[in-house]
């Protein structure tokens, strides 16, 4: 069965910290990967899009690695803030299989 | 500004009664997508179309109905047969189904039962 897994379920952290979101996936054929942001209430906003052969990929504070032998994501957000807070949704495209997302929390 | 837009944001069914969700985007985008979100859960595809005139069935399709008679509409009906139609509904669009085009998502319908 294609899955696509998230951890953790959900994170709180202070401003200002660093956080690591995971990925993990059984997707095959896998095509690309992509994270998006869902702010409460709102649609997903992708954030970063990694082919098979991308290991980093950088949006401004947010980045984004890949390991295609392993079949694991992670994204890296630095210097949290505020406006952090959301959903972030991993999605395994070509079979479009979307993760339960990690809602993040950031405390002032 | 280019984008999709979801109408009604709040939605509400009475027991035997069909809905229709709104979903319009002016991106001349070829390919629209709708989408069930239950908390805690993942996006689940409800139904996709390529291109006008054409849709295919997603993973959860039962109970659900479309059309897409217009490039920019492709509106969602739930219908009386989905007995647990309480959800968030996101449309989609992308350039086109191929290749790594990103999906762009409205902001959603949330539906419920009264």
């Known amino acids: 069965k294609n899955q696509v897994e998230q951890s953790p379920q959900s994170l709180i952290i202070l401003e200002g910290k660093n956080c690591t979101l995971q990925c993990n996936y059984t997707v095959s054929p896998f095509s690309n990967l992509r994270w998006y942001k869902q702010d409460t209430g709102r649609g997903p906003v992708s954030l970063t899009i990694m082919t098979f052969s991308e290991n980093t990929k950088s949006n401004g504070r947010y980045t984004a690695t890949l390991d295609a032998d392993t079949k694991q994501s992670s994204l890296h957000i630095t210097a949290s803030q505020l406006s952090d807070s959301a959903s972030y949704i991993c999605v395994v495209e070509g079979k479009s299989t979307f993760g339960d997302g990690t809602t993040l929390t950031v405390k002032p | 500004d280019g984008g999709i837009t979801q109408s009604p944001k709040y939605l509400f069914r009475k027991e035997g009664q069909n809905v229709t969700l709104s979903c319009e985007q002016n991106l001349n985008h070829d390919a629209m997508y709708w989408y069930r979100q239950d908390p805690g859960q993942g996006l689940r595809l409800i139904y996709y179309s390529q291109i006008v005139n054409d849709f295919q069935k997603g993973d959860i399709a039962e109970g659900y109905s479309v059309s897409r008679e217009k490039k920019e509409s492709f509106p969602l009906t739930v219908t009386s047969a989905q007995k647990n139609p309480t959800a968030f509904y996101l449309c989609?669009?992308?350039?086109?189904?191929?290749?790594?085009?990103?999906?762009?998502f409205g902001d959603g319908t949330r539906l419920s039962i009264l």
């Open positions: 989609a669009s992308s350039i086109s189904a191929q290749g790594s085009q990103p999906q762009h």
